[in-house]
């Protein structure tokens, strides 16, 4: 469990790179913010594993651990979003600034992926407490709507570390693959589908 030493926030606490000494050079300070953002998407894809794990093996730990994250990426949401703002308060070209504006909008698109995490956590919680099993074909078409949902997730931040448009596009194409899947009538299966799908390529522009 996280410490947070007296004094120090707990958005303060979690991240390394929010040096506010290079504020003086906007264009380092951005790139720094970047790793945090790459360390914030990890976070989010080990609540979404916890979460999704937690339902279909039925484990409460797994439930904690995917709120602990979640907690965890609320702290980084936070100071990124701290960050930017002290940034965009330097002298910064207009494409630094369209960059900040940008990245504004993605540290609230994966925090609401976050709170999707704590959702399904807690779907999970609900499911082992009434003693619901998902039955062994609703496992396995989870499973495979939620590797294709985090193969594109993956593929979306790394474009935006990068800017490599060739997985931005790998990622619009995951997205339409999604798109195109027949969902069943099956209750578990669309729950999870439109939670996991709401905004996982919200910052995904063709």
């Given amino acids: 469990q996280m410490i947070i030493p007296d004094g120090e926030d707990e958005e303060e606490s979690i991240t390394r790179y929010l040096d506010k000494r290079i504020l003086v050079t906007p264009s380092i300070a951005l790139e720094n913010t970047m790793y945090e953002f790459a360390a914030m998407a990890q976070e989010t894809i080990q609540a979404l594993d916890n979460a999704v794990g937690a339902a279909r093996n039925r484990d409460k730990k797994l439930v904690k651990k995917a709120l602990e994250n979640e907690k965890n990426i609320n702290a980084y949401e936070k100071a990124i979003v701290k960050y930017l703002v ?7 070209s207009a494409k630094d600034q369209q960059t900040i504006d940008e990245l ?11 709170d999707h995490a704590e959702n399904i956590a807690d779907f999970a919680k609900s499911i082992i407490e009434r003693e619901i099993f998902l039955d062994e074909d609703t496992v396995k078409e989870l499973d495979g709507i939620y ?4 193969r594109g997730f993956a593929l979306s931040i790394d474009a ?14 995951i997205e339409r693959d999604i798109d195109k899947l027949k969902i069943e009538e099956n209750i578990i299966i669309s729950f999870f589908f439109s939670i996991i799908t709401g905004v996982v390529y919200g910052n995904i522009k063709e």
């Fill in 86 to 92: 002290e940034i965009s308060q330097q002298k910064v």
């Fill in 104 to 114: 504004f909008s993605t540290a609230n698109d994966i925090e609401r992926i976050g």
């Fill in 147 to 150: 590797e294709l949902i985090k």
């Fill in 160 to 173: 935006l570390s990068t800017g490599d448009q060739e997985k931005v596009q790998q990622a619009i194409q």
